[in-house]
């Protein structure tokens, strides 16, 4: 029972934070995780990283998104109708 | 950033949210009856009270470069989750969210259930709907409305966008007695995760160490160039879509997740 409430409220919070993408959550750790680093490190302007990583984590997620399901025949293998 | 563009970017936010509400709250009314419907709305605000009044003196404990850190990954996870779905929206490759659909869907689910009494409550079923809708789709603007206020320095601007769109939205949905589906939904959409995406790049940027050129000025820049970007997008998505070489299906439905926004 109690792991029952623990999973759902554990999934609520996975679906409300994270969402339909774990990439682009990730993604985005990713990104601030460099932008500290290159913040303390010095090099090229930290806030071009977050720019890179927003416009390839927007395109990719997109991709992803828009892909087309994978086909269900092996390749090789002619539908059986045909 | 100008009070202007806190103000607007919580309002749209909180206006999107609440009218998706609005829809479920007054199916729960049709279908079932108002009082247990409105009972719901109610403990649902109520709740809701109770999470800014927790949350909010919390988040303004937090000291403010671990809070534009953590607030602004958060919200620009956020603002791209919106975006994608908005661009997926607008491309065609997912159904545009129809506020007249999602009312006769849980119109139907609504009239099938069997009532139930509960304490004081006449009709649990409505009034958990009805709850339910208002808790969830005010969660994430609580979340939002709270973390760019305290970022800002400024909760009661925000505190007063959000409670001003509920305020509109409630009156509107009051004076129609229908689900607002002539408010332009997906438009709004877009425009908050274009608004919320930008605001995350430049606080998780500033709470990460970097500094923006310009400083507060450079969300001048930053919000045209989401905007034109995720336009770009659409326009890339669309034209592939004619070719007949990116899309799944014609709407994509169902094919991209069900979750908020």
């Known amino acids: 029972m109690i792991g029952r409430g623990l999973r759902a409220f554990g999934a609520f919070w996975y679906g409300f934070i994270v969402g339909d993408d774990w990439r682009v959550a990730v993604g985005v750790v990713i990104a601030l995780t460099l932008t500290y680093v ?7 302007p930290a806030w071009s990283i977050i720019v890179a990583a927003v416009a390839l984590l927007l395109v990719s997620s997109l991709r992803q998104a828009t892909r087309p399901p994978p086909s269900t025949h092996p390749p090789g293998l002619t539908h059986p109708c045909r | 950033m100008g009070n202007s563009t806190l103000f607007i970017a919580v309002f749209l936010a909180c206006a999107v949210e609440a009218v998706e509400a609005l829809t479920i709250v007054i199916a729960a009314g049709v279908a079932r009856g108002w009082r247990s419907a409105l009972t719901g709305a109610l403990a649902g605000l109520a709740t809701l009270m109770v999470v800014v009044a927790a949350l909010g003196p919390a988040i303004s404990a937090i000291p403010i470069d671990a809070l534009r850190l953590v607030v602004g990954a958060l919200l620009l996870i956020f603002g791209l989750q919106w975006l994608r779905k908005a661009i997926l929206r607008a491309s065609g490759h997912k159904a545009r969210h129809d506020e007249t659909l999602a009312f006769q869907a849980a119109l139907a689910a609504a009239r099938h259930a069997d009532p139930r009494r509960r304490g004081t409550v006449v009709d649990w079923y409505a009034f958990t709907l009805s709850f339910e809708g208002v808790v969830l ?11 760019v206020g305290s970022n800002q320095h400024n909760v009661a601007l925000a505190a007063g966008a959000a409670l001003a769109a509920v305020l509109v939205v409630a009156a509107a949905g009051l004076l129609v007695r229908a689900p607002l589906s002539r408010v332009p939904e ?7 995760g274009v608004m919320l995406t930008a605001f995350g790049m430049y606080w998780g940027a500033e709470g990460a160490g970097a500094h923006w050129p310009g400083e507060d000025l450079a969300l001048l820049v930053l919000i045209p160039a989401v905007g034109l970007y995720a336009l770009v ?6 034209y592939r879509a004619r070719r007949g070489s990116g899309s799944t299906t014609d709407s994509g439905v169902g094919s991209h997740g069900t979750g908020h926004p």
Do not use: D, H, M
């Not at chain 1, 290159?38 to 090229?44: A, K």
């Not at chain 2, 789709?137 to 973390?147: N, T």
């Open chain 1, 38 to 44: 290159v913040s303390r490190t010095g090099g090229p």
């Open chain 2, 137 to 147: 789709e005010g969660l994430e603007v609580v979340f939002i409305a709270l973390s």
């Open chain 2, 186 to 192: 997906n438009t709004l959409k877009f425009v908050v």
């Open chain 2, 233 to 238: 997008l659409v326009a890339l998505l669309r």
